[in-house]
Nanobody
């Protein structure tokens, strides 16, 4: 079907930057919204930022002014540029995509998730 593979997480000091990438592959016909979510242990997964196929972006209040979401539709990839990172940004970050794909020549629509990438902000 469809796979999402994230990369770019890691350990960074407060005030530092990271860039996350998420590449979608499979029998993709079209990708509508793509987004980044994050989850702390014991907490619900929360939206960080999303972007439509037309390039319209939405940000959580905590991400506004510090994070930038973008996408390259030609290669089915979404990015999250994170700057001025804070310890409170520490979480597992997940990529999400609303995908129209084909299976046995029949189109389907579904949400897909990546496996998650750990972001740790600590001195």
């Amino acid at each position: 079907q469809v796979q999402l593979v994230e990369s770019g997480g890691g350990l960074v000091q407060p005030g530092g930057s990271l860039r996350l990438s998420c590449a979608a592959s499979g029998r993709i016909l079209h990708i509508n919204d793509m987004g980044w979510y994050r989850q702390d242990p014991g907490k619900e997964r929360e939206l960080v930022a999303s972007i439509t196929s037309a390039g319209v972006t939405t940000y959580a209040d905590a991400a506004k002014g510090r994070f930038t979401i973008s996408r390259d539709s030609a290669i089915n990839t979404v990015y999250l540029q994170m700057t001025s990172l804070l310890p409170g940004d520490t979480a597992v970050y997940y990529c999400n995509a609303h995908v129209v794909y084909s299976s046995n020549l029949v189109p389907y629509t579904n949400d897909f998730w990546g496996q998650g990438t750990q972001v740790t902000v600590s001195s």
